[in-house]
C-alpha cells in the first residue's frame, strides 16, 4: 500500500522569499512516480511537477523544485522567490503500480500563505 | 485542446435522490478516477477504470456506481444520495505520470 504524509498544515512565508513544503512517502513499489499539486481558492487542480523514482535529477519547473531524496523517501517541494499568487493548497502525490493498476495517492496537503 | 471535462460544476440534491456526474476526455487515457474532496482535506479514491469495460473500488466506493463503456467516458453514479456524499468531486485521467484533473463538481446533499 502507499502513503504520503505531509506534516505541515500550514506555513506561511514572506513574498520572495523561498519555502519548502515536506512530503514523505511510503511504498513497496520499485518503480513509482511523485508530484506535487496546486488547489487555489477557485479549487481547480494545478499540476506543478513530476518526479520519476529512477531520475537522476532533481525535478525543477520553474520556480518550482523538487528535492527527492529516495533513501529518506522525501519529496519536498521547494519554491522559490515566493510570490502573492502562490497562496494556496498543495498536495504532494504519489503513483506506483498496485498489482499492475497505477493508482494516485494524495497526502492531506499543506496551506500555504505568501505575506506581503 | 479540452482535457478532462467535468459536469455540472454545482448541484444541490435532496436526500434519496439520485444523479450521475459526467466525465468526458479526449486525451486517449486508459487511465480515468473519481476523487472526492471534503473541506480541509486530500482528495480520496472512489473508483478507477484502467480501460474501456475495467473498473475497480478505490478507498470509499460505498454509495456510488461507475461505468466505463468507452474510453473517453467514465459517469459516476449516486443512488440514494446521503448527507455525508456533500462533497467536492474530481474526475482525472492519466497517461501513467502526469494526472489530468476535471474543474470539479460542487455536490451537496440537503
Known amino acids: 500500500a502507499q502513503k504520503i504524509t505531509q506534516t505541515q498544515p500550514g506555513m506561511f512565508v514572506q513574498e520572495k522569499e523561498a519555502v519548502t513544503l515536506d512530503c514523505t512517502y511510503d511504498t513497496s513499489d520499485p518503480s513509482y512516480g511523485l508530484f506535487w499539486y496546486k488547489q487555489p481558492s477557485s479549487g481547480e487542480m494545478i499540476f506543478l511537477i513530476y518526479q520519476g523514482s529512477y531520475d537522476q535529477q532533481n525535478a525543477t519547473e520553474g520556480r518550482y523544485s523538487l528535492n527527492f531524496q529516495k533513501a529518506r523517501k522525501s519529496a519536498n517541494l521547494v519554491i522559490s522567490a515566493s510570490q502573492l499568487g502562490d497562496s494556496a493548497m498543495y498536495f504532494c502525490?504519489?503513483?506506483?503500480?498496485?498489482?499492475?493498476?497505477?493508482?494516485?495517492?494524495f497526502g492531506r496537503g499543506t496551506s500555504l500563505i505568501v505575506h506581503p | 485542446n479540452a482535457g478532462v471535462t467535468q459536469t455540472p460544476k454545482f448541484r444541490i440534491l435532496k436526500i434519496g435522490q439520485s444523479m450521475t456526474l459526467q466525465c468526458t476526455q479526449d486525451m486517449n487515457h486508459n487511465y480515468m478516477y473519481w476523487y472526492r474532496q471534503d473541506p480541509g482535506m486530500g482528495l480520496k479514491l472512489i473508483y478507477y477504470?484502467?480501460?474501456?469495460?475495467?473498473?475497480d473500488k478505490g478507498e470509499v466506493p460505498n454509495g456510488y456506481n461507475v461505468s466505463r463503456s468507452t474510453t473517453e467516458d467514465f459517469p459516476l453514479r449516486l443512488e440514494l444520495a446521503a448527507p455525508s456524499q456533500t462533497s467536492v468531486y474530481f474526475c482525472a485521467s492519466s497517461n501513467n505520470e502526469k494526472l489530468f484533473f476535471g474543474s470539479g463538481t460542487q455536490l451537496s446533499v440537503l
Open positions: 502525490a504519489m503513483s506506483g503500480a498496485s498489482g499492475g493498476s497505477y493508482i494516485p495517492t
Open positions: 477504470s484502467v480501460g474501456a469495460g475495467i473498473t
